[in-house]
């Protein structure tokens, strides 16, 4: 891991990948484009306007990330197995709210698919961080990820309270 790339992650796990808050994705001159955004609404049908830049910050390529956020499935296998999908910082993106920001969204393509996950599951993506843009009817993304893990979302504070109280 990078200094400059160290300095934008979070505690690293016993497998060396780092935790990455989505903001952290966005470089600063891009934060005022994000305080002016349309809200995000979990209503209606109509697909709203991805609004953005594909600026990324250039320290996070290359880094081994692990990162929260929901599916939005984009292709599947012959066997119906989920093999690309856009990961994002909150459920329903891209489906009918405004998709985030393209340097918020991470477009992710697996080695091997996997059984579709409930779209409003929190799950953790890990993997390989790539600065690369990627463009579809759906939504463009900044950044990139291949041959990632993707396993249910995990809060071991929330988890050891609450194992506390039974």
């Known amino acids: 891991?990078?200094?400059?790339?160290?300095?934008?992650?979070?505690?690293t796990d016993e497998d060396g990948y780092a935790d990455l808050d989505w903001s952290r994705m966005?470089?600063?001159e891009d934060v005022k484009t994000l305080e002016n955004a349309p809200p995000v609404l979990h209503v209606g049908n109509q697909r709203m306007k991805q609004v953005g830049t594909l600026h990324t910050v250039a320290e996070l390529d290359?880094?081994?990330?692990?990162?929260?956020?929901?599916?939005v499935p984009l292709e599947s296998d012959d066997d119906g197995k989920m093999v690309e999908f856009f990961f994002v910082p909150f459920y329903g993106a891209c489906i009918h709210v405004p998709p985030p920001p393209p340097n918020m969204l991470v477009h992710v393509k697996?080695?091997?698919g996997i059984d579709t996950p409930s779209l409003y599951d929190p799950l953790?993506?890990?993997?390989?961080l790539r600065t690369?843009?990627?463009q579809n009817a759906m939504a463009s993304s900044a950044y990139g990820m291949q041959d990632a893990t993707l396993m249910p979302y995990q809060n071991r504070d929330a988890d050891r309270l609450r194992r506390a109280f039974e």
Do not use: D, I, N, R
């Open 124 to 128: 953790t993506l890990k993997g390989v």
């Open 132 to 134: 690369e843009v990627t």
């Open 110 to 112: 697996l080695a091997k």
């Open 26 to 28: 966005v470089p600063p």
């Open 1 to 11: 891991m990078t200094s400059a790339g160290a300095a934008l992650l979070g505690q």
């Open 62 to 71: 290359h880094q081994k990330v692990k990162l929260s956020g929901y599916v």
